[in-house]
Each structure stands twice: as structure tokens, then as C-alpha cells.
């Protein structure tokens, strides 16, 4: 990593629910405040840990076979430049292109078109049956310092494959 | 006339409700960040639908407080916004009261975008007590 102080926090592995997510965010708020953090940034961070958390929980693909490797996992790491969050999750090799094409689209856009687009897709989009409106990666990217998200895709089995996420806050 | 209140008590993730017409309160406070916010909310605009159908004569003041919500919940809050808006296009004087804490630029953001969607009245208040 170039030299750059990078020093893991948190890390989790395993089944994703709401449950576990209110315990990482109590958790990360308590490792946030030893390490000086002010409040408006504790809760940023945690909103976006809440959308990663949920994207985790909505779209990660069960394996066909049980897998302890499979699970989804979420870890956080002290950086020079903020925190760096990290996720991985199971996905069918069908949805692979769409969501690297998403993501590239997102990954280009300005804050402002950023903030136009989430206008957009907030007051037209659609609802899924959980509840999700197609915003999660979008609120991610808005409140990453770069403004963009990093991937990766990696073959896991024949039908699916892990994607990481990557993006500072 | 006497419509039947709605409350909700709150969960880590889902914020206190209240929307009781007879004591003119209407609130939404604390998070609402549930699994599936489909189902969390269903029965709240089921409830302000009904309401508003009945086309009452009442004032409505409702105060939006907070904490965290995710994106999935930010869909619902614009539609609960709409029903609001129907209710002062019949002729109802509306209000609109968001909260955010004192530096959280991501909620009083938040406030700003969902005051461009509505010509409702809407107040976007900072609170000066701590997170």
C-alpha cells in the first residue's frame, strides 16, 4: 500500500442481519470515539457502514453448497486518509456486468451530478419488494472522499463470483 | 371528529411514530434503518392515506427528527412528503419541521433536497443538544 499507514479496526465475517449490523455500528462508535473521532463523522461513517451492511444483507447470492468462505464480510481500516472500508460479497456471474457497468457510470459522475442523479432515481425510481430503491451504492459514493468506489470480481465457483468494494470515508 | 391515532414505539432501527389528529401530533423520531422497509412503512402510509382520503378540516405540523436512516427509508419519507402535500392541495395548511444535529451536513443535506420536491412549508431546524 505504498508505505501508507493502513491499520485494520474492525472486521467482520459471516451471516449479515440487522442484528449483527447494530452491533458493529455500536462497536465502530466506540472505536471511533478512543480514536478522537467528532460525532458528525462517527455518523457518517456509520450511515455509510449501515448502507454496506444492507447491501450485504439484500444482495448477497447464496451458494449452492454451503460454504464458510462464502459468507459476506465487511472490515474497516485506520488510514492517512480517513477510513478505508472494505466489503465482500457473493454474486451471480449474471449480474456482474450490469453492476460493473453501474458502477463505472457512478464512478465518473461530479458531486453535483452525483446529487442530481440520487434526486432522480429518489423521486422516480422504483421500490423492490425488501424496500430498496437502487440508492445504497449511490449514498456510498456520495459520502466517499474521492467520490468513487473501487472494485474487483473474482471467480468463487462456476456460477458466482465474489465482488469486493473498496472506497474511503 | 376523532380519527384513530397511530403509534409506534421505538427500535434500534425504526424510529418512534406518532400521528394522532385529536392531539395534533405528527412525529417521526430516531432511526430508520430496518431490513425491510417495505414492511415498516406500509402500515404508516396506509394509515396517512386513509387519513387524508377522509379529506378532514386539520392543520398538520409534522417533525421529522432523525438520527440515521438509510437509503431504502429515504423512499418512504418522500412519500409520506406526498401524502402531505395531497393534504394541503385540499385546502389544508401544511408544515413541515426537519431536524439535524448541529454539523451533521448530511441530514440539514438531506432536509434541503426534500424541501425542493414539495411547496409545502418546510422548516429545517438545527439542534443544538449533543448526538
Known amino acids: 500500500m505504498n508505505g501508507v499507514m493502513q491499520k485494520m479496526i474492525y472486521s467482520y465475517e459471516g451471516e449479515m442481519n440487522n442484528a449483527i449490523l447494530n452491533s458493529i455500528l455500536y462497536a465502530m462508535e466506540h472505536k471511533m470515539v478512543e480514536l478522537g473521532e467528532k460525532p458528525p463523522f462517527i455518523k457518517k461513517l456509520n450511515s455509510v457502514l449501515i448502507e454496506c451492511c444492507q447491501n450485504l444483507i439484500h444482495h448477497s447470492d447464496q451458494p449452492y453448497e454451503s460454504n464458510y468462505s462464502y459468507y459476506p464480510s465487511v472490515t474497516v481500516y485506520h488510514t492517512d486518509e480517513g477510513y478505508l472500508i472494505h466489503t465482500r460479497n457473493l454474486i451471480h456471474n449474471q449480474k456482474v456486468e450490469k453492476l460493473k457497468h453501474y458502477i463505472d457510470k457512478i464512478n465518473g459522475m461530479s458531486k453535483n451530478e452525483l446529487k442530481e442523479y440520487f434526486q432522480t432515481v429518489l423521486t422516480n425510481g422504483q421500490i423492490s419488494a425488501h424496500g430498496g430503491g437502487g440508492l445504497g451504492l449511490l449514498?456510498?459514493?456520495?459520502?466517499?472522499?474521492?467520490?468513487?468506489?473501487?472494485?474487483?470480481?473474482?471467480?468463487?465457483?462456476?456460477?458466482?463470483?465474489?465482488?469486493?468494494?473498496?472506497?474511503t470515508v | 371528529m376523532s380519527y384513530k391515532p397511530l403509534y409506534i414505539n421505538p427500535t434500534d432501527e425504526t424510529p418512534q411514530v406518532i400521528l394522532d389528529p385529536e392531539n395534533n401530533r405528527f412525529e417521526f423520531v430516531g432511526n430508520s434503518y430496518p431490513e425491510n422497509s417495505t414492511k415498516f412503512y406500509s402500515p404508516i402510509l396506509n394509515w396517512m392515506k386513509e387519513f387524508i382520503d377522509s379529506s378532514p378540516k386539520q392543520d398538520l405540523s409534522v417533525d421529522f427528527n432523525f438520527d440515521y436512516f438509510n437509503t431504502s427509508s429515504a423512499k418512504y419519507i418522500l412519500e409520506i412528503l406526498?401524502?402531505?402535500?395531497?393534504?394541503?392541495?385540499?385546502?389544508?395548511?401544511?408544515?413541515?419541521?426537519?431536524?439535524?444535529?448541529?454539523?451533521?451536513?448530511?441530514?440539514?443535506?438531506?432536509?434541503?433536497?426534500?424541501?425542493m420536491t414539495i411547496t409545502v412549508p418546510f422548516e429545517i431546524i438545527e439542534r443544538t443538544d449533543t448526538f
Open chain 2, 82 to 115: 406526498r401524502l402531505i402535500q395531497d393534504h394541503q392541495d385540499k385546502g389544508n395548511k401544511c408544515l413541515i419541521r426537519w431536524y439535524y444535529f448541529q454539523d451533521d451536513t448530511d441530514m440539514l443535506e438531506a432536509g434541503e433536497d426534500y424541501q
Open chain 1, 139 to 167: 449514498n456510498i459514493i456520495r459520502k466517499s472522499k474521492e467520490l468513487r468506489l473501487n472494485y474487483e470480481f473474482e471467480p468463487a465457483n462456476e456460477d458466482e463470483m465474489f465482488f469486493y468494494l473498496s472506497f
